[in-house]
């Protein structure tokens, strides 16, 4: 029963996933189309905040959250690599969310970092800023998580070769008492748990190196016209704003391997959907992200 429960969470996510790809294009026009309409509220807002309305900061900062949120469902901002890593490893809700979050905000301040920085310290232009951030920072970002995504897809590979190779090696010195020499492949909880510093940073820095064209457009807009502080407030409230959508990604993610590993009826089948659905992640998030990055410099 819970085998054939797997195996109709399998088809459906398939079928989402194909739905979705199909659905893309449309997608990414209705989320361009809100864009616009929230980018037009921040700057009117930026210019009455010159002007001296305080009540304009109220406006300002609902339309960078509400653009954050928007501009997050389209392409970008590590949507599925957050998905990913729910779905192929064993990182708890809590940190997956914490990850959201941090990548988010991380790629806010990065912004504001290389906005203010180039105009202050390298008396760059807002073109200038901008052809960096689509023609370099955007392709290494991708790179970047097309590398986080091999890292997933070489340790669902290796926990699956281990564990058969471990199978091989019990078969062969089984007796009547059965073999007890140690354990035979990794157990569930030592499947990829995205655990260590080095994991969480790469995570991160794939997502955050590339900013938002909405928060260097507001961040420009703010430095010409003297509000550096309101831009920069506002700029951290859009990463807010993304981190909302990335965190919906995050707990459907998790709640989706959940589904998947109930599914397995003993511990040897948990063990193999782990490593499996890791591998499938990877392999995903690989093939997006190449595929993006070809569009991007082709």
Partial sequence: MRLALGLLILVVLVCLGLFLVR????LAQWAVTWQRAFQNEMAAAVRAIQAGDAGAWSALLLGAGAYGFVHAVGPGHGKYLIGGAGLGSSVSAR????LSLASSLAQALWA?????????????TAQSMTILAEDVLAPASYAAIATVGAVFVWRGARSLLQMRAARQHAASHTDASGCGCHGHGPTPDEAARLGSLRDAVLLIGSIAIRPCTGAIFLLVIAWQMGIEF??????IVMGLGTAGLTCLVAISSVTARGMAVFSSDSLGMLRIARPSLELLA??????ISLQTLSRLIS
Avoid: H, N, T
Avoid at 230 to 235: C, L, N, P, R, Y
């Fill in 282 to 287: 990877g392999s995903v998030i690989v093939w």
């Fill in 112 to 124: 504001i970092v290389l906005v203010y920085g180039g105009f202050s310290l390298l008396q760059v």
């Fill in 230 to 235: 309101a831009g920069a407030i506002a700029v």
């Fill in 95 to 98: 940190r997956l969310l914490g």
């Fill in 23 to 26: 659905e893309a294009d449309g």
